[in-house]
């Protein structure tokens, strides 16, 4: 068994750069053992860039991946297990005049598992496969005069299952939402919130 780390930044310019990486090797542990489980093995990488051009606009590039496997052997059963996240998202804040400000932001999520159990002689008894995509885009204006606060803005999100607990198969998601809040504060002393929000969900065939 063993891990290993490292992490680091870098700012050269307008550039500012961070990263981690980790690995993890479980052998033979015996808070794994009762569970026939043999070697687990994970893996996680983020990297962080951001971008400020100017005083008005700041860019940020963020993409964090995860693996995950473990596998197993016993007189009776093989077991593989494969675990895959990866998550990328950019965004851009935008000062405008009259103390608006801009934020949208666009994001991909992917994750997927297979799950395999096969007996030592060969037949399949598990072949499980289960995977997500989620594709997000997020535009939000802000501004803040005094000690209040308005903010409107909306999401569009599509979304992709597939796994043989959901119909078909396969199903996707379309959702679209618009949303307004405004933050009033009186004197420091009272803070009342007022906020709406529509939210709209299709679901369509392959």
């Known amino acids: 068994s063993g891990k290993i780390g490292i992490s680091g ?6 550039f500012n750069l961070s990263y981690n990486t980790n690995i993890e090797k479980i052998s033979k542990d015996k808070s794994i053992q009762q569970i026939e489980i043999d070697d687990v093995n ?3 990488f983020k ?6 051009p100017n005083l008005n606009n700041k860019y940020n590039f963020t993409d964090m991946y995860y693996n995950h496997s473990e596998s197993g052997k016993s007189e009776l059963m093989n077991t593989n297990t494969k675990i895959n996240r990866n998550n990328l998202k950019i965004s851009h804040e935008w000062l405008l005049k009259n103390k608006w400000s801009l934020l949208h932001t666009i994001q991909h999520q992917l994750y997927d598992r297979k799950y395999i159990q096969i007996r030592p002689w060969g037949d399949i008894e598990t072949y499980n496969i289960t995977s997500e995509q989620n594709i ?3 535009n939000i204006f802000h501004k803040k005069y005094n000690e209040n606060e308005i903010t409107l803005g909306f999401e569009i999100s599509q979304a992709t299952y597939i796994s043989d607990r959901v119909k078909k198969g396969k199903q996707n998601f379309i959702t679209n939402s618009t949303f307004s ?7 420091n002393k009272f803070n009342i919130i007022l906020g709406i929000r529509l939210d709209s969900y299709s679901e369509y065939g392959n």
């Open 181 to 187: 809040q405004y933050d009033f504060n009186f004197r």
């Open 47 to 52: 990297i962080n860039l951001l971008w400020k």
């Open 9 to 14: 930044t870098k700012i050269f310019n307008e």
């Open 42 to 44: 994970k893996k996680s």
């Open 136 to 138: 997000e885009y997020e």
